[in-house]
């Protein structure tokens, strides 16, 4: 099975790009699931249900999100008709939306989850080690194979996030930073590791950012908007 798992989508540049890229790179690739954290695919902030379908219509299976899950008005009353969108599983019992997804491909069952970090991080959360071992103790029994995402800052808490649960899940591997790892490798129980993913977005930019606007606060101190780079 090729999976192929996209980091943050970062504003209209990034859904461009998998609009018009993505359906020949699965064709080219034989990809057979796509994966993708949609947290930042609303200008930057959030995500909504249209752009999420137009995002599963482009040939992205499954969205994944992350700290900035609410950002959006209304989206936490839209998220439970989106079968294919799940919502960090650490997050309190009563926000809504899915904490997993179980996908068939090629009649084989694939869960996916994603946990949210505490280190560095806004969202006050349940621990996202006791999260994921209660999760994969219920999909075991229901998949062939598990797939987890840390949505962190620190890759310390990424990283150990890999030593918990090697041997567990096919994968675990990292989002939120929007800069990738050099540091993919299979642990010594099977599990594969990246710290981060990086983004799917305007690489003249900073972290998808516009750079004059990001420049400016660190050379005058002065608070203003970072817009989404074009």
């Known amino acids: 099975m090729k999976i ?3 980091g943050d989508i970062v504003g209209r540049p990034g859904r461009n790009f998998i609009m018009q890229n993505l359906t020949r ?11 993708a954290n949609g947290e930042n695919a609303a200008g930057g902030a959030g995500i909504t249900a249209k752009i999420a379908t137009e995002l599963k219509r482009a040939g992205v299976d499954a969205i994944t999100l992350g700290d900035h899950v609410w950002d959006q008005k209304n989206f936490e009353n839209e998220i439970e008709d989106l079968n294919f969108v799940c919502r960090p599983a650490n997050l309190p019992e009563t926000n809504p939306g899915r904490k997993h997804l179980i996908l068939e491909i090629h009649g084989l069952q694939v869960g996916v989850f994603t946990v949210l970090g505490r280190s560095f991080m806004g969202p006050k959360v349940k621990c996202p080690f006791e999260t994921s071992s209660d999760l994969i103790q219920s ?7 598990i797939l987890c995402e840390i949505h962190a800052e620190a890759t310390s808490e990424k990283e150990s996030m890999g030593w918990h649960l090697d ?36 690489r003249e930019s900073v972290l998808g950012r516009e750079i004059e606007a990001c420049l400016g606060r660190f050379l005058d101190g002065l608070p203003r908007r970072c817009p989404v780079a074009e």
């Open 4 to 6: 192929l798992i996209l």
């Open 25 to 35: 790179i699965r064709t080219d690739m034989a990809i057979d699931l796509v994966l």
């Open 139 to 145: 999909l075991q029994a229901q998949t062939d194979l």
């Open 167 to 202: 041997g567990r899940v096919g994968m675990v591997y990292g989002t939120h930073t929007h800069v990738p790892t050099a540091d993919g490798r299979i642990l010594p129980k099977g599990t594969a590791y990246q710290s981060d993913l990086g983004m799917t977005g305007p």
